[in-house]
């Protein structure tokens, strides 16, 4: 399962100021702290046990908003997030290690919390498990966003009001 371009350009569209991180040429060292939103594509459910309780993921498309506030920024934990052997530290990592594909798009001096917002306000968008990659937040939902075909990109591409993320 690929991730098609109508929802990469969705997603970019929904972030301004976002700037896709091309893993394929290595990754980008221009990028300094902020966040970072990760574009997922499971081809196969995914059973995630999560603060004792047992969640699936359908296949499909996900959206994950991180951020990268430590040594090397955006550039070394997307780098981190592209490898497929590594040990498991974030809720993220159990979909990482067996995506089909994976997209990121960063957005320097960004917030994880405005990237969720801005997406999870889209029709399309919504939260599949409660507290997934934000266990220390005490504002969204989660940090996880399944994308949910046409409706996703059919809406999300309208701008959102405010011009940073």
């Known amino acids: 399962m690929t991730i098609e371009m109508p929802l990469l350009a969705a997603v970019q569209a929904a972030l301004p100021g976002s700037k896709p991180v091309d893993m394929a040429a290595g990754g980008s060292t221009v990028f300094g702290k902020g966040a970072y939103v990760l574009v997922i594509a499971l081809r196969e459910p995914v059973v995630l046990p999560l603060g004792g309780i047992v969640h699936q993921l359908s296949a499909g498309h996900y959206l994950y908003a991180g951020s990268a506030h430590g040594p090397g920024g955006i550039d070394a934990r997307v780098r981190r997030h ?12 159990r979909l990482t290690t ?7 798009f960063a957005i ?3 917030s994880e919390c405005e ?5 999870s306000g889209r029709s399309g968008a ?9 266990s220390d937040c005490r504002t969204c939902v989660s940090h996880l966003l ?6 996703m990109t059919s809406h999300i591409c309208e ?4 011009d940073h993320v």
């Open 82 to 93: 592209f490898r497929r052997e590594k040990s498991l530290h974030w809720h993220v990592d």
């Open 98 to 104: 067996v995506a089909a594909s994976i997209h990121a």
């Open 108 to 110: 320097e001096g960004g």
């Open 115 to 119: 990237i969720v917002t801005r997406l």
């Open 126 to 134: 919504r939260h599949p498990i409660p507290g997934f990659g934000s």
């Open 146 to 151: 399944r994308a949910t075909g046409e409706r």
């Open 159 to 162: 701008p959102a009001d405010g």
